[in-house]
């Protein structure tokens, strides 16, 4: 029976609570980590944005006179599960990005430690961290500044979110958008010619987890059950150079709070083309995957002006 022809009894079930074994543990874990608990250990794998969009804590000026910056900092690195370290990186890297601090600013540790709050360590490996991604560089007699646009790394997942939510988002989502019509359906049309079992077998759990979330209106269930669908997907394409590049479809994914693709909301068309693609791969249907994967990724009506819808085939 084909996966699609399938879908419909799944969703039925999902309503009548007969949820498979990996969906309800799936189902749970996300459940858990939605209300602040300590997920059950798989799922801190997925990519999955840790604060929803409107929760983030707007970049504020170098130079602004707000005193509890840094304790606010502190207060959010609890929230979100990061420590002073991560959080630093967190607000200098959204600064940089949005254009608070500008290219070729110096930035002076000892003034960041004070106005965050933090000790010289937690400074010192935070720009460290800063300039692996290219947004600042640290040279004797001159000390750190901050880089330009042109000499960041722009497929940096952090580099990605910190873009998606600030002024510039519009232009990081299209790009995100070009970049995924590029990526995915070639990776579909080369899954499908490789003819992994075990990893068709996973893509198909996704899809039936995912049926079972819509079902019950659980949207995170979905959102991370539909980021391993892709990452997998690029997987078993087989390509490892391809693969490399999956971190920017889970960023893609994780910043999706705005119209870049079908993904961004559960519905039954966004399903039935994750099954077909499920269908194509099993069946070995290297164009019927590709063509599914292009259909997916323009189920959003917003899309139109990123990418062409896939012609019809006479």
């Not at 997907?233 to 893609?252: K, P, Y």
């Amino acid at each position: 029976m084909l996966f699609t022809k399938d879908l419909k009894g799944r969703a039925s079930h999902a309503d009548k609570g007969c949820v498979s074994t990996l969906a309800h543990t799936m189902m749970t874990a996300a459940r858990s980590a939605d209300s602040g608990l300590a997920g059950s250990g798989e799922l801190d794998r997925y990519p999955y944005a840790e604060t929803p969009a409107g929760e983030r804590a707007a970049a504020r000026p170098w130079g602004g006179s707000d005193s509890e910056l840094g304790r606010a900092s502190r207060r959010g690195a609890a929230s979100r599960g990061r420590g002073l370290h991560g959080q630093l990186v967190q607000q200098l890297g959204q600064m940089i990005v949005s254009g608070d601090l500008g290219a070729d600013r110096p930035l002076v540790p000892e003034e960041i430690g004070q106005r965050f709050e933090v000790s010289r360590t937690v400074v010192r490996e935070s720009l460290r961290v800063l300039e692996a991604k290219g947004l600042v560089s640290a040279r004797p007699n001159v000390g750190t500044r901050v880089r330009p646009v042109s000499d960041w790394n722009l497929l940096d997942p952090d580099i990605i979110e910190w873009r998606a939510f600030g002024p510039h988002r519009d232009d990081q989502r299209r790009e995100l958008a070009e970049l995924r019509w590029t990526i995915e359906p070639l990776a579909a049309r080369l899954a499908a010619g490789h003819g992994r079992e075990d990893l068709q077998q996973r893509l198909g759990d996704m899809v039936e987890i995912m049926g079972h979330a819509m079902g019950q209106g659980d949207t995170i269930t979905f959102s991370r059950a539909d980021a391993e669908f892709h990452a997998l997907l690029i997987q078993a394409a087989g390509n490892r150079m391809l693969e490399h590049l999956s971190g920017i479809v889970s960023a893609a994914l994780h910043v999706s709070g705005g119209p870049v693709t079908g993904c961004d909301r559960p519905g039954d068309a966004s399903l039935a083309h994750h099954a077909r693609i499920v269908d194509a791969l099993a069946s070995g249907d290297s164009a019927g995957a590709e063509t599914a994967m292009r259909q997916l990724l323009v189920v959003h009506p917003d899309v139109d002006r990123v990418v062409p819808a896939p012609r019809e085939q006479h």
